[in-house]
């Protein structure tokens, strides 16, 4: 029994995009579908030399697309400064003393939190907004104060 050569393009498509699902690496499907367009030159008749042309064409320009789409996308926040990753980013706490060291403890969600200020200027108690978390620090920010409505 001898295998057609669309036969090898399809089984090698199905190992890509089984790899694919073990690994999580896109660019696996995308040089499945060079295999897959090799799979369809060979079902048309053409050349052995022909489907690796389709193969690479077909899976090195789709590679190459998503990376390029990849690199141009704005990037995420980092997860300690993201508030789609952590829920207290925005939250405010109020600072009634702030340290020497640039620190203070404020209570936070029940059990009490260490904050230092981030940015210009130097601390002031008030109210501050959450704009990142290490660990069990939490990076703060003045809050904005908004005008009174007229």
């Known amino acids: 029994m001898e295998f057609q050569a669309s036969t090898l393009w399809w089984v090698l498509a199905g190992a890509l995009v089984i790899a694919e699902l073990l690994t999580g690496t896109f660019y696996l499907l995308m040089l499945a579908l060079g295999s897959v367009a090799a799979a369809v030159a060979a079902h048309a008749g053409a050349s052995g030399s022909v489907q690796f042309v389709a193969?690479?064409?077909?899976?090195?320009?789709?590679?190459?697309?998503?990376?390029?789409?990849r690199a141009s996308a704005p990037r995420s926040a980092p997860a300690a400064s993201n508030a789609d990753v952590n829920m207290d980013i925005g939250q405010t706490v109020q600072v009634t003393e702030w340290q020497a060291d640039g620190q203070?403890?404020?209570p936070y969600r029940g059990a009490a939190w260490t904050v230092r200020r981030v940015g210009d200027g130097s601390p002031e108690p008030g109210a501050h907004r959450i704009v990142a978390v290490h660990g069990n620090v939490l990076d703060v920010q003045p809050s904005q104060k908004t005008p009174p409505l007229a």
């Open 55 to 69: 193969a690479a064409l077909v899976g090195g320009g789709a590679t190459a697309l998503w990376h390029f789409k």
């Open 104 to 106: 203070a403890r404020v």
